[in-house]
């Protein structure tokens, strides 16, 4: 299995960026896909972004796209999502997930494909 620990959380104004890093341990990183999910208060976890086990593709919901940006070092274990023109909506706990599933746009949307999950960092945008 896998142990995965994201940071780079913070408190940011509208238009800021923001990096957020998952540093995984355990078993092979390359042996996992990877997904970035958030959950605001009051609402159900949603998928943000998605990228491949060798990095090759990557997958975002509409209201990312053009802004976050998925990627992923297998050297060091790690993924990032940097987030660029952060609006007030981007507010939530922000979760990196490890999916042993054959990865593809319908699967890497769906939370139950994914077998390991962080503790999340908190993302605030303030207006």
């Known amino acids: 299995q896998v142990q995965l620990v994201e940071s780079g959380g913070g408190l940011v104004q509208a238009g800021d960026s923001l990096r957020l890093s998952c540093a995984a341990s355990g078993r092979t990183f390359s042996a996992y896909a990877m997904g970035w999910f958030r959950q605001a208060p009051g609402k159900e976890r949603e998928f943000v972004a998605s990228i491949t086990r060798n990095g090759g593709s990557t997958y975002y919901t509409d209201s990312v796209k053009g802004r976050f940006t998925i990627s992923r070092d297998n050297a060091k274990n790690t993924v990032y999502l940097q987030m660029n023109s952060l609006k007030p909506e981007d507010t939530a706990v922000y979760y990196c997930?490890?999916?042993?599933?054959?990865?593809?746009?319908?699967?890497?949307?769906?939370?139950?494909?994914?077998?390991?999950w962080g503790q999340g960092t908190q993302v605030t945008v303030s207006s």
């Open positions: 997930a490890a999916s042993e599933t054959i990865w593809t746009t319908r699967t890497s949307v769906r939370s139950e494909n994914y077998s390991y």
